[in-house]
């Protein structure tokens, strides 16, 4: 029998470059950063394995533990490499996070050969509002607001595939209002931003498959965040698998007492399929 894969990974950490516009003047800002869980590493095999990017929520105002590190050690268990990306938050402002994630995307993908991962299978796995910047990505990835500024290609920076986790997508009636805040600052109350990151709004038929759940009784992001979305790809024709469960707060994780901080609210034993189902998914994309 092989070594367990915790005996085969290799932990990289490193910055990304700040991607706030010239002459914004903050001082304050760490650059987002990036953690990263190789496998395989030194060995003489050459598996590519698929690549997932997690993307924590947190309002856009900071990112939640709970849906960072627990996530990647199921990924990682499942034999994909995981890349937790600590990205910009409030007082930074759209699109500052979306090039952060777009250029690790890059990142990963111009190193497969390096990191054994398998090119045609990079995800991008988001949160709460992670999950808004995941999806930003899968959504505006063809964009040259996006790519331009990084200095890439499209091609370079596009998704195979998106796993949404009770997402914010809606800027409309059943948004979370906090996040939009958070993401746009100062720009919060202008319409025509407030349309474009209204991500219902922009799914087309180049946007990647989806993975997505939500739960019936979330009362902080409603429901109708995701099934605005799924009706939205499913109109452009983009492959979806949905799941939605009939109870379970926001902020989940993996729904079990080891990332619910001892929060009975945070425990749901029928949500907590959904990262095998995932896994499943993956293997298929």
């Known amino acids: ?28 800002d760490k650059a987002a950063s990036v953690t990263a869980y190789l496998l395989d590493w030194g060995q003489e095999e050459e598996k590519k394995r698929p690549a997932v990017i997690i993307c924590p929520g947190g309002g856009y105002w ?10 990647a050690m199921e990924y990682l268990a499942m034999g994909c490499h995981a890349f937790i990306l ?48 995941a999806c930003s990505l899968g959504v505006f990835w063809n964009r040259e607001f996006v790519y331009g500024p990084i200095g890439r290609k499209a091609e370079e920076i596009r998704p195979d595939g998106m796993i949404l986790c009770y997402p914010v997508i809606t800027s409309g009636i059943y948004c ?33 498959k989806v993975f997505m759940w939500h739960t019936f009784t979330d009362e902080t992001v409603p429901v109708q965040n995701a099934l605005l979305f799924a009706d939205a790809l499913v109109k452009n024709g983009v492959n979806l698998e ?41 293997k298929n994309l």
């Open 1 to 28: 029998m092989g070594k367990a894969w915790w005996n085969r990974m290799k932990l990289l950490t490193w910055d990304l470059p700040l991607m706030q516009p010239e002459g914004d003047g903050r001082e304050d």
């Open 242 to 282: 949905f799941h939605l469960f009939p109870s379970g707060g926001h902020g989940l994780s993996l729904a079990r007492e080891d990332t619910g901080n001892g929060q009975e609210n945070l425990v749901e034993p029928r949500c907590q399929c959904w990262i095998n189902l995932a896994g499943e998914w993956i």
């Open 86 to 133: 600590q990205y910009t938050v409030r007082p930074g402002s759209f699109p500052e996070g979306l090039l952060e994630l777009a250029l690790l995307v890059a990142q990963i993908r111009e190193r497969s050969q390096e990191w054994k991962v398998d090119s045609d299978k990079i995800v991008v796995s988001g949160f709460s509002a992670g999950g808004h910047l």
């Open 176 to 208: 979370h209002e906090g996040s939009f805040k958070n993401l746009l600052g100062d720009q919060a109350a202008n319409h025509e931003k407030r349309r474009l990151v209204s991500l219902e709004k922009q799914a087309g038929p180049h946007t990647p």
């Open 62 to 71: 900071r990112h939640s533990p709970r849906e960072g590190e627990p996530i």
